[in-house]
C-alpha cells in the first residue's frame, strides 16, 4: 500500500478564498516566538506551541486569583489611530489591578485575539504590547487564541480578551472585611479613561463634535488620539510595596461603574464611602466630555474613573506613612479623597 505525505497547502486556497489563511497566521505566530519567550518566568514549564501551556502550582498554602476582560470599544480608537502597540498593554494592566485588589501578584496571562481577516502587522504590535505589560508586571505570557473569522467582525477591525492567573497567600488575602468607621480612602491617578466610558467619549468626540484622533482637545496641546489610547496604569508596584508597610484594609479598582458600583464591592454592610470630589484635579478630557455631553455630575462618576484609578483603604494611622510610601512611585499622584462612616450602605459624595 502506498503511502502520501501530506502537504500543509494543499487545501489552502480553498480555505483562503473563504477568508481564512492557516499558512499566514501560522507565520505571524512563528514571528513573535522570540518576544512571548522574553516573559518566560521561573514558573513556566516549557513553551509556547503545545496544546495547553504550563505552569508550576505556587503551592497549597496559596488561592488562585482570576480576571478575565476585554477592553472595550478603545480597540475602536486604536484602529482609527492604525495604532495597535498600546492596547495590549493595557488588558494585561486591567488584569493585573482586578486580581490585585485582593492582593495577589499575576502568574500567567492567556490572551485572544478574534479578527474577520488576520494582519500580521496588527498582531505583531498587539502581542509587543502584551509582552511589554507581561513583563513589567513579572508575569508570563502563557500561551493564547487567534481567531479568523469571515463574517463575524467586520473587516479591519478585531477583538481582544485576556486571561490573567495569580495567587496570594490565603493568610494575605484581602477582602474588606475589616473595614470599618473612620478608614482613609486613598486614590491614585489613573492612565486617563484606562479602559471604560469609550463609547459615550467616542459619541461625545467623534460623532458630536466631529474630532478626528489627529486633532487637539480644545485649550491642551494633547491629542485625541494620545488622550483616548493612554495606557491603563497598572498599579502592581506601588501597592506591593505598600503592603509591605502598612496593613491595607480594602482595595478597589475603579472601572466599569466608577465609584458608586466599584467602591461597595468591598464595603461591608452598614457602612459608606464617603467621597470628597473637590481634593483631586478632574483631567481636563473628562471635563470636556461631561460639558459636550451634557452628562450629569453623578452619571460621569460612574461611567469614567474623573481620573482617580485605584483606591487603597488604611486606618487613619496608616494614612501619611502610606502617602509618602505611594508618592515614591512616579505619576501615582496619591491623595486622600474620603472616609468611611457609618450610614447606608454604598457611596456618597461631598463636595468640599
Known amino acids: 500500500m502506498s503511502t502520501r505525505r501530506v502537504n500543509p497547502d494543499s487545501n489552502k486556497s480553498a480555505y483562503a478564498q473563504a ?9 505571524g505566530v512563528q514571528a513573535i516566538k522570540k518576544m512571548v519567550a522574553g516573559t518566560k518566568t521561573p514558573g513556566v514549564v ?13 503551592g497549597a498554602d496559596h488561592l488562585l486569583v482570576s480576571s478575565t476582560d476585554g477592553v472595550g470599544t ?22 493585573v489591578n482586578d486580581i490585585l485588589v485582593q492582593g495577589a501578584k499575576p502568574l500567567f496571562f492567556l490572551d485572544y485575539i478574534g479578527a474577520s481577516r488576520f494582519d500580521s502587522v496588527i498582531f505583531h504590535d498587539v502581542i509587543a504590547g502584551l509582552c511589554k505589560a507581561c513583563k513589567e508586571n513579572n508575569c508570563a505570557l502563557l500561551g493564547g487564541e487567534t481567531a479568523e473569522m469571515p463574517g463575524l467582525y467586520p473587516l479591519g477591525e478585531y477583538d481582544l480578551v485576556g486571561t490573567l492567573i495569580g495567587s496570594v497567600e490565603k493568610s494575605k488575602l484581602i477582602t474588606g472585611k475589616n473595614i ?16 471604560n466610558g469609550y463609547s459615550l467619549a ?19 496641546s494633547s491629542t485625541i488620539g494620545d488622550l483616548l489610547l493612554a495606557v491603563h496604569r497598572s498599579f502592581l508596584k506601588p501597592v506591593m ?26 464595603l461591608p454592610s452598614g457602612l459608606s464611602a464617603v467621597v470628597d470630589r473637590t481634593t483631586w484635579a478632574v483631567p481636563p478630557l473628562f471635563n470636556f466630555l461631561q460639558r459636550q455631553g451634557r452628562v450629569s455630575v453623578d452619571e460621569m462618576y460612574r461611567v469614567f474613573n474623573m481620573g482617580i484609578g485605584f483606591v487603597v483603604v488604611v486606618r487613619p494611622k496608616d494614612a501619611d506613612e502610606a ?24 457611596v456618597a459624595y461631598k463636595e468640599g
Open 74 to 95: 478603545k480597540l475602536k480608537v486604536a484602529v482609527l489611530a492604525q495604532r495597535h502597540d498600546t492596547i495590549g498593554q493595557d488588558i494585561v494592566n486591567h488584569c
Open 180 to 195: 470599618k468607621a473612620g478608614d482613609v480612602l486613598i486614590g491614585m491617578a489613573s492612565g486617563g479613561l484606562q479602559t
Open 241 to 266: 510595596k505598600l503592603m509591605e508597610t502598612v496593613t491595607v484594609q480594602g482595595m478597589v479598582h475603579i472601572t466599569g461603574g466608577g465609584f458608586v458600583d466599584n467602591i461597595p464591592r468591598v
Open 46 to 58: 516549557g513553551g509556547i506551541g503545545s496544546f495547553g501551556g504550563l505552569f508550576e502550582s505556587p
Open 19 to 27: 477568508g481564512v489563511d492557516i499558512d499566514s497566521k501560522m507565520s
Open 323 to 346: 502617602l509618602t510610601v505611594l508618592k515614591r512611585f512616579r505619576g501615582n499622584n496619591p491623595v486622600v479623597i474620603g472616609q468611611v462612616e457609618k450610614g447606608t450602605y454604598g
Open 202 to 220: 467616542r459619541k461625545v468626540l467623534f460623532d458630536q463634535c466631529g474630532f478626528t484622533v489627529k486633532d487637539c482637545l480644545p485649550g491642551t
